[in-house]
């Protein structure tokens, strides 16, 4: 059995380690924030605005979402959705459609992926920037269970999301998992079978400590939350992109490009499953 243990936080790419992890400093940290009482004062510099595609294809039809980056001062979100896109969705050099403009950024098409096939997003602005991706539709995904369990973890009980896939035989596969916790990003991660193809993969959420669970914030999960799993099947240029924003506040380097013309996002044509259940602590397991 593969196995792999991420802990992200949505939206991408936010992450770090559980609450009771980090407690060894907290009295020190306490102190200098307490202690501190000059003003600091950031220069936030103003940087030229980059476009950002968030674009999938799946078993259920294309969208595509086009907006640009914002800097830290500017509130006003909506003046970032980009309008007046022409989006042209192509396989092996034949249109299939060309997307139509529903609201905020959102750009819609009822042309449905099918395994097998690569397709090429266009996007073309009415400056002439051009901005292009190709990706390639997967098999679906197969998920075998999904669970939440106590594991202790040096002499601390952990909170995991225990999820297990059946991998596809005889092709190289990759799986992009997001959690979401009542309609809201909680965790994700993404995984590859190449250590373990054909064979069940394992993919170890961390979820929090059973101290800080018993804390009562309001970031920690609740009886009767609604959660969400969604599994895409994705490709390997997909989850290039993915797996380096993953990374990346480790390694100080950007997400690798997936659009040509140096636009920020990614195109994926994925299938994709969801799962859906509720958060009850009676029910949780023990490791």
């Known amino acids: 059995?593969?196995?792999?243990?991420?802990?992200?936080?949505?939206?991408?790419?936010?992450?770090?380690?559980?609450?009771?992890?980090?407690?060894?400093?907290?009295?020190?940290?306490?102190?200098?924030?307490?202690?501190?009482?000059?003003?600091?004062?950031?220069?936030?510099?103003?940087?030229?605005?980059?476009?950002?595609?968030?674009?999938?294809?799946?078993?259920?039809?294309?969208?595509?979402?086009?907006?640009?980056?914002?800097n830290m001062t500017d509130n006003n979100r909506n003046a970032h959705n980009v309008?007046?896109?022409?989006?042209?969705?192509?396989?092996?050099?034949?249109?299939?459609?060309?997307?139509?403009?529903a609201n905020n950024g959102n750009y819609k098409s009822e042309v449905k992926g099918m395994a097998g096939e690569t397709y090429e997003l266009d996007i073309r602005l009415a400056d002439g920037t051009r901005f292009t991706s190709t990706s390639t539709m997967q098999q679906p995904p197969v998920m075998n269970s999904f669970r939440f369990v106590w594991k202790e973890v040096v002499g601390e009980r952990l909170l995991f999301g225990d999820l297990k896939l059946q991998d596809i035989a005889h092709e190289a596969n990759y799986y992009f998992m997001h959690i979401y916790r009542n309609n809201v990003g909680y965790r994700w991660a993404v995984m590859?079978?190449?250590?373990?193809p054909g064979e069940e993969?394992?993919?170890?959420?961390?979820?929090?400590?059973?101290?800080?669970?018993?804390?009562?914030?309001?970031?920690?999960?609740?009886?009767?939350?609604?959660?969400?799993?969604?599994?895409?099947?994705?490709?390997?240029?997909?989850?290039?992109?993915?797996?380096?924003?993953?990374?990346?506040?480790?390694s100080g380097t950007n997400p690798i490009a997936n659009f040509s013309g140096g636009c920020l996002g990614y195109f994926s044509a994925c299938h994709v499953i969801n799962h859906n259940t509720i958060f009850r602590r009676s029910e949780v397991e023990t490791e």
């Open 192 to 196: 590859t079978d190449e250590h373990n």
């Open 1 to 70: 059995m593969l196995f792999s243990l991420q802990k992200y936080l949505a939206p991408l790419p936010s992450g770090g380690v559980g609450g009771g992890l980090l407690a060894g400093g907290g009295l020190l940290l306490i102190f200098l924030l307490i202690s501190c009482e000059k003003e600091i004062s950031l220069d936030y510099h103003q940087v030229d605005a980059l476009y950002v595609a968030e674009a999938t294809l799946t078993q259920n039809g294309t969208s595509v979402r086009l907006t640009t980056t914002q």
């Open 83 to 101: 309008e007046g896109a022409t989006i042209v969705l192509s396989s092996e050099g034949y249109v299939l459609d060309t997307l139509r403009y």
């Open 201 to 250: 993969l394992q993919q170890l959420f961390s979820i929090t400590t059973e101290r800080e669970l018993d804390s009562g914030n309001s970031d920690e999960l609740k009886d009767g939350d609604r959660i969400r799993l969604e599994i895409r099947s994705i490709d390997r240029r997909s989850y290039d992109y993915l797996y380096s924003m993953q990374v990346m506040d480790r």
